[in-house]
């Protein structure tokens, strides 16, 4: 594999000019695809096999008055304190006839019908023709301003529901951390040409991913984290491929050679670990689809697509590019000559491997620990910021109605056996209420709403909901959707592991040629995915340094979360090993001893990983800052992981378990060696003379700056 990428990356720096212009014309290309076929997005939960879903389904077929799947908003009016409701009758059906001219309304329910025991809370149901995407701004600011005149009558207007959901958009965070590592590249190479090189790939990378996701979304309804997701990977793992091969470039460049050789030097290694770092990833985001919940597929498919295309032009795009640049990436040569920080690190840890060891075990098991509390949900009004209309509303309904009023659960039964259902439903335990049969125009199917005691994340509504499924009938509702998902992601979390466990495993014994060395990545990469759970549990759900984190409302987890960050977080931890790993790897090849490879290969790569892993970092604790919750959690998520692998796992971890190991930790059964491909990712073949090929004629004047 090196040969060929040493080739590859060698072309590329000689037709840099013919590279470019293709690259620009992809991009160009995509843009327009974008521009001209993007469609909207949505956040819907669709989870196909499940009792929810097939009741959801007969719904929309056998109701479809009901607008099943069309937005939905509750406008909440709560009376003054002394005061109810009826008082002041003219200002709520001023309300209600605003709220009925809005362009989408399709029906809007009487509030004085809905109206609490105190009579102090009420709400009217509105239901519009299209879904929440299709919604305009003017749409959303009709529904919040209709309560104006209940306003100015002394009463408290709250507006709910998937009305109000807006797209997710790019914000200041990502921009924060997109200049984040900007330093940290200046700081790395003291060159502001070479800072700037994995910069400017990382924007040509996302643009192309970021377009082909959109262009997806003009034949295939995508949720609105997909592109986010897509951005947020993308991003960081371009940045991080380019640091990766420019510092191997400079290194080459250092060592004489000439910027063309040190290209395909720097693309045959470097680019070999990028290749096969990249495959992990995108093994891991893409092995998802087993977990069958589509909108979990479709963010691990486009943020993998990410993947591929920073992939490909770190191994294209990038020499071009070091073409244009030549020597200027060199910088400061102090970076080349000063005894790195790196090799004293590993000194210090390879004295007392053992003790190391256990410190990093025991403090990654620690941050676990609030893991065990665990809980699982899907975002809603409940997790909004405390000063949101839709938290708002949905605090005055619990208020006014019970806990349960905010979950309620869509009972679905045959016309003929509704009554019986309805009474058998009102006999189970942690029922508050439970409607008349709706019966629909063809007289064949019935719904009932049952409104749970208890809340919607409450363990006893879960209980409520089986119990109902225990009498042969079907739930639906957001309630019910939830405790599925949740079923599904718990029992499909084996399987995903085993298939992304196994495919990485032999990956990473093809690459290393090793089996002991696989198995400790895989085992550093679990402890490092059940810390960052108990750091999300901590701060999402118990609500520690919640106001450092930005975090408005605590509560469980959103449901994708786990099986989304074992895929991410697998992919990305596979990354430093492969980095770092493959430079011991290399020392070992060419004869040095089982300590001294750890401690060489370590002080050439622990420099640009830990500068790649601060900017990873960086990428995703901007995310942090985003309004959205999921966003908001998915980045800490990642950002934590990111800090615990790089620094604990990798960087201490590692190399303690490599000296434990010596040379065993190399050691590959003979009928298995002979059995595997060299792929030669330590490019112990570019050792030997390469073919010469035609010099560009900035080569000569190139080659005597550096000499």
Do not use: C
């Amino acid at each position: 594999m090196a040969t060929y990428l040493y080739r590859l990356g060698k072309l590329s720096f000689r037709r840099r000019r013919l590279v470019l212009a293709l690259w620009l014309a992809v991009i160009a290309a995509l843009g327009a695809g974008a521009f001209t076929l993007h469609g909207p997005t949505a956040d819907t939960f669709e989870i196909p096999g499940t009792e929810a879903q097939e009741a959801q389904d007969l719904l929309a077929a056998r109701f479809p008055q009901a607008g099943a799947g069309n937005a939905q908003a509750r406008v909440v009016f709560a009376a003054p304190p002394g005061a109810v409701l009826t008082d002041d009758r003219a200002a709520i059906e001023q309300t209600v006839a605003a709220l009925r001219t809005g362009a989408q309304v399709a029906n809007v329910t009487d509030p004085l019908q809905a109206v609490n025991q105190a009579g102090t809370v009420a709400y009217a149901q509105v239901t519009y023709k299209v879904e929440p995407p299709a919604l305009t701004d003017a749409d959303r600011e009709a529904l919040t301003g209709a309560g104006d005149a209940a306003r100015a009558a002394g009463l408290t207007v709250e507006v709910g529901g998937d009305a109000l959901q807006t797209p997710v958009e790019v914000g200041i965070g990502e921009v924060i951390g997109f200049g984040i590592a900007a330093v940290v590249l200046l700081i790395t190479f003291g060159s502001l040409v070479a800072a700037g090189l994995p910069l400017l790939t990382a924007v040509f990378g996302v643009a192309g991913a970021v377009a082909g996701v959109q262009i997806v979304s003009g034949f295939v309804d995508l949720g609105s984290n997909t592109l986010i997701l897509a951005l947020m990977l993308g991003l960081a793992v371009a940045i991080d491929y380019a640091l990766f091969i420019v510092s191997r470039y400079r290194h080459e460049l250092a060592s004489g050679r000439t910027p063309a050789e040190a290209a395909g030097h720097a693309t045959g290694t470097a680019g070999s670990a990028v290749t096969f770092a990249g495959l992990t990833v995108v093994i891991a985001l893409a092995a998802l689809a087993v977990v069958n919940i589509p909108f979990l597929t479709q963010m691990g498919l486009a943020a993998a697509g990410a993947v591929v295309v920073a992939v490909v032009i770190a191994l294209t795009l990038l020499p071009a590019l070091l073409g244009f640049a030549g020597t200027r990436v060199t910088g400061s040569r102090r970076i080349f000559k000063a005894a790195p920080a790196g090799r004293r690190w590993a000194q210090q840890v390879t004295r007392r491997p053992v003790l190391w060891t256990l410190a990093s075990v025991l403090s990654l098991l620690v941050i676990a620990i609030p893991a065990l509390d665990l809980r699982l949900g899907l975002p809603g009004d409940n997790v909004a910021g405390t000063d949101t209309t839709q938290r708002k509303a949905y605090d005055l309904l619990a208020e006014g109605f019970g806990p349960g009023f905010n979950g309620p659960l869509v009972v679905v039964v045959d016309a003929a056996g509704a009554e019986q259902a309805a009474a058998t439903v009102r006999g189970l335990p942690d029922v508050a209420m439970v409607t008349p049969p709706a019966v629909n125009p063809a007289g064949d199917t019935a719904i009932i709403q049952v409104i749970p005691a208890s809340g919607p994340d409450d363990e006893k509504t879960t209980d409520l909901v089986h119990a109902i499924r225990d009498h042969d009938l079907m739930v639906t509702g957001l309630t019910a959707v939830n405790i599925d998902i949740s079923s599904r992601v718990g029992d499909a979390l084996g399987p995903y592991l085993a298939v992304i466990v196994v495919l990485a495993f032999l990956l990473l014994m093809l690459l290393f040629r090793s089996v002991l060395v696989p198995v400790k990545a895989i085992a550093g990469f679990l402890l490092s995915v059940v810390a960052t759970f108990g750091a999300v549990v901590a701060v999402f759900q118990w609500g520690w340094l919640a106001d450092v984190f930005g975090v408005a409302s605590t509560g469980p987890i959103v449901s994708m979360i786990p099986v989304l960050l074992i895929g991410i977080v697998f992919g990305l931890a596979m990354d430093y090993e492969v980095f770092l790993v493959s430079r011991m790897r290399e020392e070992h090849v060419h004869g040095a001893g089982p300590t001294d490879s750890v401690v060489n290969g370590f002080a050439h790569g622990a420099r640009v990983v830990t500068a790649a892993a601060i900017i990873m970092i960086s990428v995703f604790a901007g995310f942090v800052l985003a309004p959205d919750p999921t966003i908001k959690s998915i980045g800490f998520a990642l950002a934590a992981a990111i800090l615990f692998d790089a620094f604990i796992v990798r960087m201490t971890l590692v190399p303690a378990v490599m000296t434990l190991l010596g040379r065993r930790a190399w050691s590959l059964p003979r009928w298995l060696d002979r059995a595997l491909p060299d792929v030669d990712v330590e490019g112990e073949r570019l050792r030997t003379p390469q073919p010469a090929g035609p010099a560009s004629p900035e080569e000569p004047e190139l080659a005597g700056a550096i000499r």
